[in-house]
């Protein structure tokens, strides 16, 4: 079974060595704590419920972990003026390394993931050597139509029902680019934001936006825009753009209902 435990904290200013290192608020903060850059810290364990409790693990202990291990990685690389992703990368390989050797008895660690912003996430997981992974968010509008060419209107009606109006209707498509590298080096091994900000800009957000997918964009002249195929016509429009990273992962949210995600490992040929 695999367990994860989010700890809202925030990061700046010194650490508070008198405040309860289990303390995980609404939203982080301690009382007489001046408002200062929010995060969240997951840690995910692989165990087996105890057969007495039903806990995987005491969810105080990862707490404890995300403060007292992971927070003060982080803020250390955050003291320097020269802060970057990559150093903030190496600090979250340090923390891995000091949880994994700390993790409950008798659970496994699967990640640590820095949610820095609602759009952006930093997690490393295990491996040989261990991966880190990078997660940013985009959004684009566009219109389109459900339907099989080769079927009556009726016919497409009945199979995809009102999403197959002829006139077509529109979502605000929401999407998460992860892409991966290895870790273990100060300088890091993946792709820089603003990079990745551009590649998926220019290969996917200013392609799709505001267009009519079936008419205007050539990949779904002959394939239905299905939320399935708008993932791994992203996947593929990105795959092999990012110099110094692998793209790992792409998630599509049609709706905030419906969603599809396509993996380096899970992608159709």
């Known amino acids: 079974m695999r367990l994860t435990r989010e700890t809202r904290t925030w990061l700046g200013g ?3 060595e008198t405040a309860n290192p289990n303390r995980n608020s609404w939203a982080g903060t301690q009382e007489g704590c001046d408002l200062d850059r929010f995060a969240m810290i997951r840690i995910t364990v692989d165990g087996n419920p105890d057969a007495r409790t039903g806990y995987v693990c005491d969810i105080r202990q990862l707490d404890q972990l995300a403060q007292t291990v992971v927070r003060k990685k982080i803020e250390a690389s955050n003291r320097s003026d020269a802060c970057s992703l990559a150093t903030l990368a190496f600090a979250l390989q340090e923390a891995f390394i000091v949880v994994e050797k700390k993790t409950p008895e008798g659970t496994t660690l699967r990640s640590v993931e820095l949610v820095l912003s609602p759009f952006t996430r930093l997690a490393i997981e295990p491996g040989d050597p261990p991966m880190l992974k990078l997660t940013q968010s985009f959004e684009f509008s566009a219109s389109h139509r459900l339907a099989i060419p080769t079927l009556s209107d009726s016919e497409n009606r009945e199979l995809f029902g009102k999403c197959s109006n002829p006139e077509g209707h529109g979502h605000n498509y929401v999407f998460e680019i992860t892409v991966a590298g290895e870790a273990g080096l100060p300088n890091g091994t993946l792709t820089d934001i ?13 392609a799709f936006d505001h267009k009519n997918l079936n008419t205007q964009c050539p ?6 825009p299905t939320v399935e195929n708008i993932a791994a016509v992203i996947f593929s429009r990105l795959k092999g753009k990012f110099d110094t990273s692998e793209l790992d992962r792409v998630r599509v949210w049609e709706t905030p209902k419906t969603s599809a995600e396509v993996t380096r490992d899970n992608l159709c040929s």
């Open 14 to 16: 010194a650490i508070q």
């Open 194 to 206: 603003g990079a990745l900000d551009r590649i998926v800009r220019e290969h996917v957000v200013d």
């Open 219 to 224: 990949e779904f002249s002959d394939l239905n």
